[in-house]
């Protein structure tokens, strides 16, 4: 079974600071999906940014980066120029091409310091 | 507006007293899944299905039950509920296959729910 694992259960940044938050995942499947989630204090699930596993070149979305090292099974999420609004618990979570299912890691709670 | 829509959002309830939580997608999703979230394990998996009259268990399914009798419903059911089972429960939906796109998945709200 696949497993998702976030080793930082918090983590803190200064306003305007660049953070990093890790994830690695366990698979044995050669092409899946990779995804970060923000959960902020509304509950609601938020997509930040996803990965297709087959391409190279990582993933971008405005502030949001990941750097994706497919060998390690490492999936890291950098979020640049932080903003008091990127506090929330984040997620990473893995879900295989042939399915929907999706395993969450086991969350990163983000706070962002003025 | 594509949405993903869970009843209540709230509940506090007495161990035992059967209860339902509705989920119902306006997307035409084939997949729907229960998911409960708690402190330090994230979200895990309760039940899924794949279309109507499909479903299966996930990670946790114990102490719950689903239908899929419509394409856009997929109530949770708890029959006997237990304090174990307090938790953030979340209901997504998106369609089974094509490409990454077409597999994001929608979240709903989120249910509260409290068993003492």
């Known amino acids: 079974a696949q497993t998702v694992t976030q080793s930082q259960p918090e983590m803190s940044v200064q306003e305007a600071e660049t953070v990093t938050l890790s994830c690695t995942y366990d698979?044995?499947?050669?092409?899946?999906?990779l995804f970060w989630y923000k959960q902020p204090p509304s509950r609601q699930m938020i997509l930040v940014i996803r990965?297709?596993?087959?391409?190279?070149q990582n993933a971008t979305e405005n502030r949001f980066s990941v750097n994706f090292q497919k060998a390690a099974k490492s999936f890291s999420l950098k979020i640049s120029d932080s903003q008091l609004g990127d506090a929330a618990m984040y997620f990473c979570?893995?879900?295989?091409?042939?399915?929907?299912?999706?395993?969450f890691g086991e969350g990163t709670q983000l706070t962002v310091n003025p | 507006e594509a949405q993903v829509t869970q009843n209540p959002r709230y509940l506090i309830t007495v161990t035992g007293k059967k209860l339902t939580v509705t989920c119902s997608q306006n997307?035409?999703?084939?997949?729907m899944s229960w998911y409960r979230q708690d402190p330090g394990l994230g979200l895990r998996q309760i039940y899924y299905s794949m279309n109507v009259e499909v479903t299966d268990k996930g990670d946790v399914p114990e102490g719950y039950k689903v239908s899929r009798k419509e394409k856009r419903n997929f109530p949770l059911i708890l029959e006997s509920p237990s304090p174990n089972q307090t938790s953030l429960y979340f209901c997504?939906?998106?369609?089974?296959?094509?490409?990454?796109?077409?597999?994001?998945?929608?979240f709903g709200q989120g249910t509260r729910l409290t068993v003492v």
């Open positions: 990965q297709e596993a087959y391409k190279q």
């Open positions: 979570a893995y879900e295989e091409t042939s399915g929907s299912r999706l395993t």
């Open positions: 997307m035409n999703h084939e997949y």
């Open positions: 698979t044995s499947e050669s092409d899946y999906y």
């Open positions: 997504a939906s998106s369609f089974v296959s094509g490409s990454m796109s077409n597999t994001e998945a929608f």
